[in-house]
């Protein structure tokens, strides 16, 4: 039986319980999203060929900072990085580096943000130079994942509907959703319940609350599914090494829908950008 809490009465840590927060929690993931987006809005133009990914995080970082932010990832167990930077077969948490971008890599840039104790978290792919057409084709499915997803995301509705609408659009295209990472609750607490895992049977699962915020990250390989971590503890690759991609937005269910509160003002929320 799913429990939930009304947030302001709930302990500001990682519960068991989902919470359930009010109108200060939507202004305030309002404007964590908000900043998280406008990072990603800002790198674009950084993000070429040549330029090395710990350049990009030092940009990220500058700009959180100057915003009065935190970046949540950096500390965050042990991590020393703004921004996770994954590259080509790196499914995720790719940790930047003086590795450059070279011609035809498609990256994933996550970032995190803390704005008044409020958590920002959101990723989208961005394109280097001359990308061929799987690699494009894999990205353009993996948004449309992302959002088929929070199409599903309204009261009523159970978590599975949005697992269900992901690995339905993605199998369609002989693609796997990685299983060993998923969508957290998000709001004070940077990972809370519940799990949002991207692949599963519609109907089941909690029922989505006005209230509950959560993030939807669908991972799409264009091989197998299955994931290794290297040795530095962090980076997650494919094992048959085979491209994955990734898009990230956090949410909050409404009366009748969702927010998405990490959406591009700028219109940038996916490739190209140009
Ligand atoms: N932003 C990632 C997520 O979507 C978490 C990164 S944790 C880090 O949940 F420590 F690797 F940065
Ligand atoms: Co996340
Ligand atoms: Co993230």
């Keep these: 039986m799913t429990e939930y809490v009304l947030a302001d009465t709930a302990a500001p840590s990682r519960t068991h319980a989902i919470k359930l927060y009010g109108p ?16 990603l809005d800002a790198l674009v133009p950084h993000v070429k060929v040549g330029v090395s990914t710990d350049e990009i995080d030092r940009i990220a970082y500058e700009h959180i900072v100057r915003a009065g932010g935190l970046p949540a990832c950096l500390g965050y167990r042990g991590y020393t990085k703004t921004t996770c930077i994954s590259i080509n077969h790196v499914i995720c948490h790719g ?23 409020w958590h920002g978290d959101t990723s989208r792919m961005y394109l280097l130079g001359d990308v061929g057409v ?49 969508g957290h609750g998000v709001g004070r607490v940077f990972h809370d319940a519940p799990d949002v895992v991207h692949a599963g049977k519609a109907g089941t699962g909690p029922e989505l609350k006005p209230g509950m915020f959560f993030t939807i990250e669908p991972m799409i390989n264009i091989g197998r599914p299955d994931a290794k971590i290297l040795d530095d503890g962090w980076t997650a690759v494919t094992r048959d090494r085979s491209l994955s991609a990734q898009f990230e937005h956090s949410v909050g269910i409404t009366e009748d829908g969702c927010e998405i509160f990490t959406k591009s003002l700028a219109g940038l929320d996916r490739p190209p950008y140009a």
């Design 95 to 117: 940790i930047p580096s003086e590795r450059t971008f070279k011609d035809g890599d498609i990256a994933n840039i996550d970032v995190t943000v803390i704005l008044d104790g």
């Design 24 to 39: 200060d929690g939507f202004e305030g993931m309002r404007r964590a999203g908000r900043l998280a987006a406008e990072v």
């Design 134 to 182: 799987k690699a494009k084709k894999l990205v353009d499915t993996t948004y449309e994942c992302l959002m088929l997803g929070i199409e599903q995301a309204k009261p009523g509705n159970r978590l599975g509907d949005i697992s269900h609408a992901i690995q339905t659009h993605a199998e369609r295209q002989r693609y796997s959703v990685v299983r060993d990472f998923c």
